[in-house]
């Protein structure tokens, strides 16, 4: 039984779902899941329609820290792309979920911000691509919480061995 919110997402007059293989679907992709559906959007065609929408100053909500998008991935796959993310650039947010922006939030809130700019889709457009998911969906054993912490520390070790130009504090 698909839900309501499925059903509008996936029924919208005039419009189709563009059903392409899982190999063909870009890698960044957003996805949610209502009911036993998973609707798919390509975040670079979401990225495209946020450009055309005013940036403002979204507050970061305390709940992002128990959550976690990376599917089976482990924190320190996602350490570096953090501490390169470009804080200046906005995040995508969509009904109150990060679309796309997850390693510049972790980031912001390591060096202790609370609000990041960001672009917010109020209409999605059609999703690229749906599929029927069953069973129960396996909890992550790691939350955005983590990542923070790691962030944060090795954030701090990396500022002080820029300050010290690779140098130990000893050596001088």
């Known amino acids: 039984m698909i839900s309501r919110m499925a059903r509008s997402l996936l029924s919208k007059p005039n419009v189709q779902v563009r059903n392409k293989e899982p190999s063909m679907i870009e890698p ?3 996805s ?6 998973e609707i798919i959007w390509n975040v670079s065609d979401l990225i495209a329609q946020g450009d055309k929408l005013p940036t403002t100053q979204w507050e970061i909500p305390e ?9 089976e991935d482990h ?13 200046s650039k906005p995040i995508l947010v969509w009904d109150g979920v990060v679309v796309d922006g997850c390693h ?3 980031l912001a809130l390591a060096q202790g911000k609370t609000h990041l700019p960001a672009k917010v889709i ?20 790691w939350t955005f919480r983590d990542v923070v ?13 820029e300050m010290y ?8």
Not at 32 to 37: A, G, I, K, Q
Not at 63 to 71: N, P, R
Not at 128 to 140: F, H, L, N, Y
Not at 165 to 172: A, E, I, R, T, V
């Open 63 to 71: 709940s992002f820290l128990d959550q976690w998008c990376w599917g």
């Open 75 to 87: 924190p320190s796959d996602h350490v570096i792309p953090c501490l390169r993310a470009d804080l």
């Open 104 to 106: 510049r939030i972790s």
């Open 32 to 37: 949610t899941v209502v009911d036993d559906v």
């Open 28 to 30: 960044h992709t957003f």
């Open 165 to 172: 130009k690779g140098n130990h504090p000893l050596d001088f």
């Open 122 to 141: 109020v209409n999605m457009p059609p999703p690229e691509d749906s599929k029927e998911v069953s069973g129960t969906r396996v909890q992550s054993k």
């Open 149 to 161: 912490k790691i962030v944060a520390s090795v954030g701090g070790y990396i500022d002080q061995m």
